[in-house]
């Protein structure tokens, strides 16, 4: 009986992220551009566990759903062939503790969000399959949250929307 390996796919976008988070990184350095590397890439939910500050910049990612689509018809449903379409989400988060005081209307939080989305999104292109865990991948949407935590401390977070066809 077949099924997706959920644990292997978010363990591989993991192993890609920390691969590409060094000055080496292939296709980009994770970090590239921003002000302080990125701390941890995790892989929970941060709606469900807290993160620690020390860990900020950090990428993690979970799972939203699977659909199941039946292909073939088999003489029973163990055997019949399927097809998922996989929605996870990878959530980019930054702490900027300071925010500029010119007036040059610059948010400096806004800023590097913006700059690691961009980076993971482009380092999650690189491997469409995921390790060939999937038949392709691609990211659908990113959104953006701010979270004011004390006087002048911004905590971004960016929110992609990660999917994934498998065969299974």
């Known amino acids: 009986?077949?099924?997706?390996?959920?644990?292997?796919?978010?363990?591989?976008?993991?192993?890609?992220?920390?691969?590409?988070?060094?000055?080496?990184?292939?296709?980009?350095?994770?970090?590239?551009?921003?002000?302080?590397?990125?701390?941890?890439?995790?892989?929970?939910?941060?709606?469900?566990?807290?993160?620690?500050?020390?860990?900020?910049?950090?990428?993690?990612?979970?799972?939203?759903?699977?659909?199941?689509?039946?292909?073939?018809?088999?003489?029973?449903?163990?055997?019949?062939?399927?097809?998922?379409?996989?929605?996870?989400?990878?959530?980019?988060?930054?702490?900027?503790d300071t925010m500029s005081t010119n007036f040059e209307y610059t948010d400096l939080a806004d800023n590097e969000c913006e700059l690691l989305m961009e980076n993971v999104e482009q380092v999650l292109r690189s491997d469409p399959t995921i390790g060939g865990r999937v038949t392709w991948s691609h990211p659908t949407a990113v959104t953006y949250h701010d979270f004011v935590t004390q006087e002048g401390a911004h905590l971004r977070a960016g929110v992609m929307n990660l999917q994934a066809k498998a065969y299974y």
């Open 1 to 96: 009986m077949g099924v997706v390996d959920m644990n292997g796919l978010k363990t591989t976008i993991k192993a890609t992220l920390d691969g590409a988070n060094t000055t080496t990184g292939s296709p980009i350095d994770l970090s590239n551009g921003m002000a302080t590397r990125v701390q941890k890439i995790l892989t929970l939910n941060r709606e469900k566990i807290p993160i620690q500050p020390s860990f900020y910049p950090c990428v993690t990612t979970f799972f939203k759903g699977k659909m199941i689509d039946p292909k073939t018809i088999a003489k029973d449903q163990l055997v019949a062939k399927r097809a998922a379409t996989i929605d996870m989400t990878v959530v980019g988060i930054v702490w900027v």
